[in-house]
Every structure is written in structure tokens, then in C-alpha cells.
């Protein structure tokens, strides 16, 4: 079923036309889920469509503001913090809006009503993650406290879940014929500029081509695809899709800090991230040791959640829930107008 979205709706700093989305629709989109890069003659064999309607329906979704491809960094080395701050209830806006201003973050949302701010960073060194954890954030007037969280372990969910959130999508075995072979471990070196000028495009736009890369990085478009290729093969970059939640039936997306037996842990992490609502989870050091973001239809369904596949997990001894109000900004990418 078509989902309609208003001309006035916005997310994640884009401003929606008017665009439904439709079963071919739903199915592109979760062929890029899987992976990003994919090019749209190996999508549309997939689809049983040409490989210019893959092209056209990408375009308008992608024009419309809706969908948009991200390369996400992994570098070897690189650092992972999650940062939440509670301030006084005038200030929570206004210190949202710095830190998603700055460089340095790479997601910043607005939670709980408005009163507490959640972010991250990935500093490549140490100069600058001390900046911000030890500067910046401890020195900002109004925040009543701050909580940080290092990423000791990512879970991505496999490709095959996202069907449940699109309500339409691939079959396991269509996933399949698009999956990319698991990256092997990044190298034990940081990249050098030619491929982070690489990273920095890609982190605008997953799909740009190699003669844009090319240009970034002042080399040949065979050296560029080249490097890329080295990039995603050793883990040290990744592809994932922003998509607007009103085109899918998502109403309600929240942080969940969750406290685990450390006897439990690696088992609540494994069955947690097969569960459907979760977009990412994470072992983390803190005073709670695993953390998930998830997306329900409703908040019914979020109580629901919370009350069902949350409370059977093994280990669980507590959990807290912070509703995200507003999202200033997403990988690495500054909403235009986080007002709105």
C-alpha cells in the first residue's frame, strides 16, 4: 500500500515533497539497504525491472528529499562515543544545536520530551575526542548531567529484518543475490588523505561516481575505484540508507539503555539485534552495558515491544527509554533547519 506524505513533512533536514511509495518502491529500497552501492543494471535483475526504471525511481525518491545512501567510516583505531546530557529545560534545544553544528558529532538528537540530548562522535584521534569529552561538553553552562558511553562493540541487524519495517521488500533470497561478501579486518592503519577526501563524498553521498571521487582525491577514476574497493573489502567503510520514517509507518524511535549480567551480555546482544524494531545496538562501558535504537509504528507498539521481546531477553536487570523528539543530525549531515 501507497503511504502519502504531506509537502509540509520534514526529517533529518530534508524537506518533503509529495511522494508515496509503492511495492517496486519498497522493494529498491530495501535492495539498497542491503547494499548501497549496488548498481541499479544488478538491482533491477533483482526486481525483474530495467535497469533504467531502478534509475528513475531512485532519482525522484532520492530528489524527493525521502532517501538519500551514506557511507559510514570504520576506520581501524577510530573511537565511538555516545554522549547524554540533561540540562535545564530551556537549554536542551539550544545545546542540541550546537553540538550538531560541530564537526566533530555525528548524530545529535533531541529526547524525552525535549529535556535530554543524546549525540556521538567518532574522533580519529585523541586530541579530538578530548576536546569535546573533556573541553567542550564538561565546561557547557546548563547541563545538569552528563553520561558518557564508549562503543565497545557494534551490532548492525541483518538485511533480511528490515522486510518487517517496510511492511513489502526482498525475499531472503533476493538479499542474498545482492549481499556483499563479509569485509575482511581493517588494516592497522589509519587511511591516508587520498581516501578519507574518498570517505568525506561518500559520507555526503553513498552512490556518488568515480570520477567524483576521482576529483577528491586528485587521482584517476581507476585508482579511485580502486581504493574504494579496498575501503569496503577490509571493512573501512560501510553503506547504509537515511529514509525518511513517515514513508515507512514509523511514528516512534527511541534510545533503550539496558542493564545486563555480564554473564548474559553476549547472549541479550545476539537476540536482541535479530529483533525487528532495532536499527543498531551496541556493547557499551557505562553505567548501563548495551544500548539499541528502535522504531515502532506507535508508541502502543513501543510498549508493546518494551513488554514483550525487551522483557524476555536474558540478563536484563533494568532498562531506561528515551523517546527521540526531534533528530538535528544524522550521519555527519547538519539538518537544514533543526527548528523545524
Not at 530495467?50 to 528513475?56: E, G
Amino acid at each position: 500500500m501507497a503511504v502519502p506524505v504531506a509537502e509540509s513533512d520534514t526529517n533529518y533536514g530534508r524537506t518533503m515533497e509529495s511522494v508515496a511509495l509503492d511495492r517496486l518502491d519498497r522493494r529498491l529500497v530495501h535492495a539498497l539497504k542491503v547494499d548501497g552501492r549496488a548498481s541499479f543494471a544488478r538491482i533491477g535483475a533483482v526486481l525483474g525491472v530495467s535497469d533504467q526504471t531502478v534509475a528513475r525511481r531512485y532519482a525522484r525518491l532520492r530528489s524527493s528529499g525521502g532517501l538519500r545512501v551514506v557511507g559510514v567510516p570504520e576506520w581501524y583505531g577510530m573511537e565511538q562515543w555516545f554522549f547524554r546530557l540533561r540540562s535545564t529545560p530551556d537549554a536542551a534545544a539550544p545545546i542540541a544545536d550546537a553540538l550538531a553544528r560541530r564537526t566533530d558529532t555525528y548524530w545529535v538528537h533531541l529526547v524525552s520530551g525535549g529535556s535530554e540530548v543524546l549525540c556521538s562522535t567518532r574522533p580519529d584521534t585523541r586530541a579530538s575526542r578530548d576536546a569535546l569529552l573533556l573541553g567542550k561538553l564538561p565546561r557547557t553552562p546548563r547541563i545538569t548531567d552528563f553520561t558518557a558511553y564508549q562503543l565497545l562493540r557494534g551490532y548492525e541487524p541483518d538485511p533480511t529484518l528490515f522486510v518487517h519495517r517496510l511492511g513489502d521488500g526482498l525475499d531472503p533470497a533476493e538479499v542474498d543475490a545482492l549481499r556483499q561478501p563479509a569485509p575482511t579486518e581493517p588494516p592497522p592503519t589509519s587511511p591516508d588523505d587520498a581516501d578519507r577526501a574518498i570517505l568525506a563524498v561518500l559520507g555526503r553521498d553513498g552512490r556518488a561516481g568515480h570520477a567524483e571521487l576521482a576529483r577528491a582525491a586528485g587521482c584517476s577514476e581507476s585508482t579511485a575505484r580502486r581504493r574504494l574497493d579496498t575501503l569496503r573489502s577490509t571493512g573501512q567503510v560501510r553503506f547504509d540508507i537515511d529514509l525518511v520514517n513517515n514513508l515507512i509507518d514509523v511514528d516512534t524511535t527511541a534510545m533503550l539503555f539496558l542493564s545486563v549480567l555480564p554473564s548474559e551480555l553476549f547472549a541479550a546482544a545476539e537476540q536482541l539485534i535479530r529483533q525487528a524494531p532495532v536499527n543498531f545496538a551496541a556493547a557499551v562501558t557505562g553505567p548501563n552495558n548495551l544500548i539499541a535504537s528502535v522504531s515502532c509504528p506507535s508508541a502502543r507498539a513501543l510498549f508493546e515491544y518494551l513488554g514483550g521481546p525487551i522483557g524476555r531477553l536474558p540478563g536484563v536487570t533494568g532498562y531506561e527509554t528515551a523517546p527521540s523528539v526531534r533528530v538535528l543530525k544524522r550521519h555527519g549531515q547538519l539538518d537544514a533547519d533543526p527548528r523545524r
